[in-house]
């Protein structure tokens, strides 16, 4: 069987060498190709440098998918270098800041104050604790009262902001962006809309630029949109994004719709977006 099969590659090489220079490049790389499959059988996994990376991806746009085979790594292997890449791009070197931590008694101290008088809100409570020679700033003791899940004063009793979210969640759009790495790592930025009650989700448009007057055409186009499709929204709920101008507000405030802007770095309560 060897024997034979010898026979026809040694017809076929002859053939290709009869036909010129073509045909003996041909022998070549075919020889090329075999001899690359034989060290790959008794070589391991080599080492490539950023330059061989480089390189590879390089040529690999140029190359026509037929000759993908000769490659020593697969098409995987590139995007996820390129992963690689869009991930250091976005990696930022941590940094511990912040206020030391509030003593546990004086934590304590303030949840009491906070149940036991419901009026009292955090700059009384400031006051309170000054007057006991605690000095307390009030934006700690609101962070404090908001993260035992005590509202602000006067009222810390009545449905949450989840509690309102799905009471009425067929009124309530929320937005926000996300962004999309080119290949060769330029970043666009995608505006988008969800509703909160069928979770369907509008994805308007997309630029390396979100300026005022793109946020606000498409927020013309989204309400053109829902226009069509006879769906009235009650709420827009969006973050504090620069990105967002006072036209873009406008737009949903002629729909007789009311935006919520949530609080500062609170992913939290735009989270049906954010997860999204």
């Known amino acids: 069987m060897l024997f034979v099969l010898s026979l026809i590659a040694h017809a076929l090489a002859r053939l290709l060498a009869r036909s010129g220079d073509d045909g003996s490049k041909d022998i070549e790389i075919l020889v090329l190709r075999h001899q690359l499959k034989v060290l790959r059988r008794r070589v391991g996994r080599p080492k490539l440098r950023a330059t061989d990376r480089t390189l590879l991806a390089s040529v690999a746009r140029a ?8 490659f020593m790594v697969t098409p995987h292997t590139l995007l996820r270098w390129h992963r690689e890449l869009v991930r250091r791009k976005w ?12 003593d546990p008694e004086i934590r304590e101290l303030i949840c ?17 604790l000054r007057g006991l020679g605690i000095w307390i700033g009030a934006t700690t003791v609101r962070t404090l009262l908001r993260r035992e899940g005590l509202g602000p004063a006067p009222r810390r009793s009545g449905p949450s902001w989840s509690e309102f979210l799905r009471a009425q969640a067929h009124g309530i759009l929320a937005c926000d962006f996300f962004t999309v790495e080119t290949v060769f790592l330029k970043t666009l930025y995608v505006l988008f809309f969800i509703e909160l009650s069928t979770r369907r989700v509008h994805v308007t448009g997309a630029t390396t630029n979100p ?3 793109f946020v606000t055409q498409q927020a ?3 309400a053109f949109d829902l226009e069509e499709r006879d769906i009235h929204v009650r709420f827009l709920v969006r973050d504090r994004d620069s990105k967002y101008s006072g036209s873009f507000d ?3 405030r002629t729909e007789d719709a009311r935006v919520i802007l949530t609080p500062i770095r609170a992913p939290k309560a735009n989270a049906f977006a954010e997860r999204w």
């Open 91 to 102: 990696t930022h070197r941590a940094r511990r800041t912040g206020r030391p931590p509030i």
């Open 112 to 128: 009491r104050m906070a149940l036991k008088n419901p009026r009292w809100g955090c700059v009384r409570i400031q006051g309170e």
């Open 220 to 222: 013309r186009n989204l």
């Open 250 to 252: 406008q737009v949903f």
């Open 63 to 70: 190359l026509p998918r037929a000759r993908c085979a000769s």
């Open 211 to 213: 300026d005022a007057s």
